[in-house]
């Protein structure tokens, strides 16, 4: 039983080592820090100000803010697979390989790593945005932190997956801006539902099941802008969420073992 | 004792090539093994299969009775690698590299605090710890790649080519330090393409070439195996007698003679340590005049040569 516990904290603890690692090196990119800080506040002072007083939703400003903070993390936590590439050009890839961690280890540590980091670096401007914004209910809002850390995690496990299956740093690039282009635009980080559904049926079908949508009305919800939310009860989105999270990361470890182990990855 | 590294039919094959074809090598508890080769012979590619970075396509490896293919998570925990290319992040610094390393291996707080700064001070790195990678000579970035082994203290250490580009007082001290880890019972793995480094840190050297294992004995031994590859030039004071001549050709261990000079023989033999002595005593007893002896023993790139057909340079451009 002894064995068994110390035997749990050892993994424990190299789990933890694996994330610390890749906190610490996203925020060793400065200036990449330093300038989506820069593209978060021009987005809220200037497109979200001027924005909203050419669209005719009601309190748009505070919606748009509540939907830029996701597509921030979204963005944040998808960076996790360009450090990837980055790791197999320096050949720092194989030296993770080398390591006395397990590839569950690993790739769970990474996935959480690339969520939590994201969701550091999400926190102060999510502070501007509830500056903006104001909380009505902080229980709310503790679920709608909770949720939207899963979807941090979840975003950087599909970013990791993604990266090992595609094998291009280049064609990775295209398919993030793609993928960028259908998931947070056919969901409601920008636009209330009601609008995408006006626009065409199916892009209300996609958005009312895309984790973007559900993450950034669950931020709404929890930071009490609850006019154009897609959904009544919130138990729903959150149960989108972690199947999201659940998902990627089983994936993630699958693909990480079959494609990087047996040497696919060269 | 059994080996603490067993390799079957070790084989690793991308598309066409065969990187590795059946290698069959075992590596005793303790000893510092050199793998010895040019570039593309294979050395690499067999570290990576043992460290569980590449499976093998074909035959297995046992480490530390663990098979590679079954138990990766367990030999993994056993060993410690120094790849050939250091594995650094352009963003990182030498600290957060080795620190972090020696966390994930499962050093305790005080224990890595102690050990990172012996080891950085030792390379002459600590000045350096808290400067970006990008700004380290190429140098500097090795010294950083093989601190991570030494600071882990691996039951087994893979290092490759430890001392490239690295100066000639840079290479003494890491020589020591892998001499000093295998005192504290480390085994080793030194793949490398010099050979003055595998002559002498190496208990045994591996040859390999073209992905197989050619041969792999003590490096004594090894250059003992090239039949008359010992040299001895013998000058008289007067020109030697056939008797003399004759005297010499009896000894077991002389293959050729030559007279290369009026009163100068060169003789071609094994084993130079032992019958070199008999040689003196017998030209001794003849009362014959000996004004100087000079004795070569085949190097390691001989021994290349003589299981290949080719020097390690020639090799060397034929593996690119």
Known sequence: MKRRRKREAKTTRKLLYVVERDVRLFFQYKVMVIMRAIWFVSQIAFFGLIASRMVAVEDYFRYYVGGLSIMTLYSAAIFIGFDIYEEAEHGVFEYLLSLPVTRRQLVLGRSIGGGLRAFIYVGPLVCISLYVIGIVNPLNFLLALFSLFLFAFGVSGMSITLAVVIKSSDRFDILMGVLDALIVRLSTAMYPLSFVKEANPLYGWIANFNPVTFAADLFRWGAGIEAALSFENPLLPFLGIVMFFAFFTFLGIILYDKTIEGGGWR | ?320
């Open chain 2, 1 to 320: 004792m059994p080996p603490i590294i067993r390799t079957e039919n070790l084989t690793k094959r991308f598309g066409n090539f065969t990187a590795v074809d059946h290698l069959n090598l075992e590596v005793n508890e303790g000893e510092i093994l050199g793998l010895l080769g040019p570039n593309g012979a294979g050395k690499t590619t067999t570290i990576l299969m043992l460290a569980t970075v590449i499976r093998p396509t074909e035959g297995t490896a046992y480490v530390g009775g663990y098979d590679v293919r079954k138990n990766p998570d367990k030999v993994r925990e056993l060993l410690g690698v120094a790849f050939q290319e250091p594995k650094l992040l352009w963003v990182s610094t030498p600290w957060d590299v080795v620190n972090w390393h020696a966390k994930v291996c499962g050093l305790s707080t005080q224990e890595r605090k102690r050990r990172v700064r012996e080891v950085l001070e030792a390379l002459d790195m600590w000045d350096y710890r808290h400067r970006s990678v990008h700004a380290l000579s190429g140098g500097m970035r090795k010294r950083v790649e093989i601190a991570k082994v030494l600071i882990q203290r691996p039951k087994i250490a893979i290092v490759d080519e430890p001392t490239a580009q690295i100066d000639i007082v840079g290479k003494h001290k890491i020589w020591r330090m892998l001499r000093e880890l295998r005192e504290e019972g480390t085994t080793i793995i030194l793949a490398t393409n010099e050979l003055y480094e595998a002559d002498v840190l190496s208990d045994r050297v591996g040859i390999m070439h073209r992905g197989k294992l050619l041969v792999c004995d003590t490096p004594q031994k090894l250059k003992d195996s090239i039949v008359g590859g010992d040299i001895v030039e013998i000058q008289f004071e007067s020109d030697p007698s056939p008797k003399i001549v004759e005297e010499l050709e009896h000894f077991r261990e002389v293959v050729k003679i030559i007279k290369t000079k009026a009163s100068t023989l060169r003789l071609y033999l094994n084993r130079v340590e032992e019958v070199v002595p008999k040689i003196m005593s017998t030209l001794m007893k003849e009362g014959v005049a000996v004004s100087s002896i000079r004795m070569s023993e085949p190097s390691l790139d001989d021994v290349f040569a003589h299981y290949t057909g080719l020097t390690l340079e020639e090799a060397q451009k034929e593996g690119g």
